[in-house]
């Protein structure tokens, strides 16, 4: 996670300074990649530690198409509570896109597209769907992915047009990680690489402290992720199937989320 480190610390430092939807300016640069290969260990940063609950119970649902914040109680998660509404409601948030998108079960098509034909080159799932953008709590910020199998071996790339380098993409990264190694699992082949494309990739002002923080810490050896059971379907796993070892991450640094 070396690449993470070194893109931080290009926003952080070449960042421009500009002003946003949030009440809070940010450093930003746009249009940048990191390639990170799955065979190394799970990337889950190291520099600071990553609530892998959150991780995991935010994967489960959205792949379960709920949008309420409740499942997420149930499970000690508060990520999206900044955006839910009385009733915990966030609108037709990346689970609805995912499971009926104008009415297509994109995730249960995926799987079944790349059973058939694991040669496809579309394989591909989006969360940006504009007339559903005005009923959006927060319109997706990672807009689409696609799975590239070659010869057995799952690549999976991820378009995100807008990055929080600091909060964001460190469970950015290993969010979709976990969705590469369920798809994989699934599908009886190897998770071999992640590839997360950004758009506009930023640096709130208020974390440039903690930035420089986790800059002067030195990554650790990644964990390994162990799943403990293949059931049916991607949709059939639960928490108690992950088994995330050697996760010997720095402190975790706190930081506000500009909402």
């Given at each position: 996670?070396?690449?993470?480190?070194?893109?931080?610390?290009?926003?952080?430092?070449?960042?421009?300074?500009e002003e946003n939807r949030t009440d809070v300016p940010a450093r930003r640069i746009a249009g940048r990649s990191l390639d990170i290969s799955l065979q190394d260990?799970?990337?889950?940063?190291?520099?600071?530690?990553?609530?892998?609950?959150?991780?995991?119970?935010?994967?489960?649902?959205?792949?379960?198409?709920?949008?309420?914040?409740?499942?997420?109680?149930?499970?000690?998660?508060?990520?999206?509570?900044?955006?839910?509404?009385?009733?915990?409601?966030?609108?037709?948030?990346?689970?609805?896109?995912?499971?009926?998108?104008?009415?297509?079960?994109?995730?249960?098509?995926?799987?079944?597209?790349?059973?058939?034909?694991?040669?496809?080159?579309?394989?591909?799932?989006?969360?940006?769907?504009?007339?559903?953008?005005?009923?959006?709590?927060?319109?997706?910020?990672?807009?689409?992915?696609q799975v590239v199998i070659q010869q057995e071996k799952l690549h999976l790339i991820v378009y995100q047009r807008s990055a929080d380098i600091f909060l964001g993409?460190?469970?950015?990264?290993?969010?979709?990680?976990?969705?590469?190694?369920?798809?994989?699992?699934?599908?009886?082949?190897?998770?071999?690489?992640?590839?997360?494309?950004?758009?506009?990739?930023?640096?709130?002002?208020?974390?440039?402290?903690?930035?420089?923080?986790?800059?002067?810490?030195?990554?650790?050896?990644?964990?390994?992720?162990?799943?403990?059971?293949?059931?049916?379907?991607?949709?059939?796993?639960?928490?108690?199937?992950?088994?995330?070892?050697?996760?010997?991450?720095?402190?975790?640094?706190?930081?506000?989320?500009?909402?």
């Open positions: 996670m070396r690449s993470y480190k070194y893109l931080l610390s290009e926003v952080l430092e070449n960042g421009i300074t260990g799970f990337p889950l940063l190291t520099t600071k530690r990553i609530h892998v609950r959150s991780v995991i119970h935010e994967l489960l649902w959205f792949l379960s198409g709920n949008t309420n914040v409740s499942y997420l109680h149930e499970n000690g998660v508060t990520i999206w509570d900044e955006w839910a509404n009385e009733n915990g409601d966030l609108g037709p948030i990346y689970g609805a896109q995912w499971r009926n998108f104008g009415g297509v079960d994109q995730i249960s098509w995926l799987m079944e597209e790349a059973k058939r034909n694991p040669n496809s080159r579309r394989l591909l799932v989006s969360a940006w769907n504009p007339p559903d953008l005005p009923k959006m709590a927060l319109p997706p910020c990672h807009v689409m992915f993409v460190p469970f950015n990264i290993a969010s979709y990680a976990l969705l590469a190694e369920l798809i994989a699992h699934q599908l009886s082949i190897l998770p071999v690489r992640l590839v997360m494309n950004f758009g506009d990739l930023h640096l709130y002002e208020n974390h440039v402290e903690q930035a420089e923080i986790q800059l002067s810490r030195e990554p650790r050896s990644l964990p390994d992720l162990l799943i403990c059971r293949r059931p049916s379907s991607i949709f059939e796993y639960c928490y108690e199937d992950f088994n995330l070892v050697g996760y010997d991450p720095h402190p975790a640094i706190k930081a506000d989320v500009a909402v």
